[in-house]
C-alpha cells in the first residue's frame, strides 16, 4: 500500500483533497514504477479539478492528481529497454489520468528520462509541463530557434515570474532576442536575474498598459498572465506579430478564429502542448549545460499538500510549488 491524494469530484479547492493509502500500481510493459521524490504542482492541476477538461475528458473519479514527478524506478514494464531498476528520473504524467501526488507512480517510458545526477529531485521535478509549454511556446508556435540567431526579435513574456513565465524568460534569452517581461513588483530583480532586459511591474500604468520602456513594440508576445484584454496587446505590437497564449480558454480561441478569418497580421494563438521526448530531452540538457534553471517558489510535505494546492490556486507563487512524499 501507499499512501496518495486523490479528489472523488469536481470543484472543491484543497478542502476536498483526500488523504488515502491505495495500492501500489503496477507498471504496464510500456511503462515503469517510480518511487517518487518530488512532485511539482501546475496551475493545470487545479483548473481539472474545476472542470477545464471536463467537456472533452471527464476525469474518472477518484483522481490522483498531478503530472511532474522526479524519483528513483524500482519496477519496469517487459518492453522497457532505455532504463533500468536503481535509475533517477524525471518523468512527465498524462494530465487525464494524473497519478502524481502519491509515494509511487507508473510513466510511460517515452516520456521518463535520466536525471542529471548534479540536479536535485524538486529542481528535476519543475520541469516538465511548464518548461515544455514555455519550450513549445517558443520554438514551435512562435518558430523561435534557441541558437542565438533571433538579436533583431522583440519579445514579451507577461507572468514572468510564475511556473510558465520563468521559463520563457531564460528560453527567449538563448534565442538572443530582446526580452521585455512583466511580474510582481517583488520579482522585478529574480526575473532581471534570469535575463530579461526590462522588466515591468504589471501593477503600475506602464505595466498594465504593457509599455516597453525603451519604446520597443513586439515581434512575439509569450502570454502567461490572465485578465489582459486583446485591446492592450494592439497597440504594442509589430506587423505582423504572435501573441502566443499558453492556457487560453474559448474566448481566446473565438478570437484565434476571427484573426485567422480576417487574414490579421496580429495574431493571437492559443496553444496546446502536446508532449515529445526530444523536447523533454533536450530541456533536461539545457539545465544540465547550466544555460536553465528551476526556481523553487515553496516545498510541502504530501501530509500538508493543502498548502501547496492553496499556494498554486493563488497565482502568486514564484516559480514552481513542489510537493514532497
Known sequence: MMRAIQYSCYDGGAAALQHVEVGIPEPKVDEVLIKVEAIALNAADWKIQEGMVRPFFPLKFPMIPGTDISGEVVKVGSSITKLKIGDKVVALLSSFTGGALAEYAVAKENLTLTKPPDITAPECAALPLAALTAYQALTQSADIKLDGSSQNINILVTGASGGVGHYAVQLAK?????????????NLELVKS????????????????????????????????????????????????????????????????KHKLTFSKKVLMPMVMIPKRENFQELVNLVQAGKLKSIIDSKHSLGNVEDGWSRIMSGHATGKVIVEP
Open 174 to 186: 538563448l534565442s538572443n532576442a530582446h526580452v521585455t517581461a512583466t511580474c510582481g513588483a517583488r
Open 194 to 257: 534570469l535575463g530579461a532586459d526590462e522588466v515591468l511591474d504589471y501593477q503600475t500604468p506602464e505595466g498594465t498598459a504593457l509599455k516597453s520602456p525603451s519604446g520597443k513594440k513586439y515581434d512575439i508576445v509569450i502570454h502567461c498572465a490572465t485578465k489582459i484584454p486583446w485591446e492592450t496587446f494592439v497597440s504594442n505590437l509589430n506587423e505582423p506579430s504572435k501573441v502566443i497564449c499558453v492556457s487560453g480558454g474559448f474566448i481566446e480561441w473565438f478570437i484565434y478564429a
